[in-house]
């Protein structure tokens, strides 16, 4: 499913939960991490896997992707065989690999 911003997100989270989300940060209106915790503040649906997909790649991004509740963070253009990784096996420690990279 496609959403064209944040608020539409939260809106069809309410009756679609996907297993994966891939947000990007810089979102109109609504950020992709205040998007991201949102979906995380809604403690009474299943949590999906979050990824950022973002332009945003300094290591306070990385930070604020962690905070917010994303379980990984990916710099555009990323490649899609790393994120198919992190959907079939997410790794903890994910965000600080790619920081590194």
Known sequence: KTVRDAMQALACHETFVP?????DIGLPGMNG???AAGIRANRSLRKPVLI???GYGQAEDFDRSREA???HHFVKPAEIRAIQA???GPDDADLEERRKG
Not at 19 to 23: E, K, L, M, Q, R
């Open 19 to 23: 297993d994966v989300a891939i947000i």
């Open 33 to 35: 991490y205040e998007l």
């Open 52 to 54: 950022a997909l973002t």
């Open 69 to 71: 509740g994303f379980d």
């Open 86 to 88: 992190a959907i079939d």
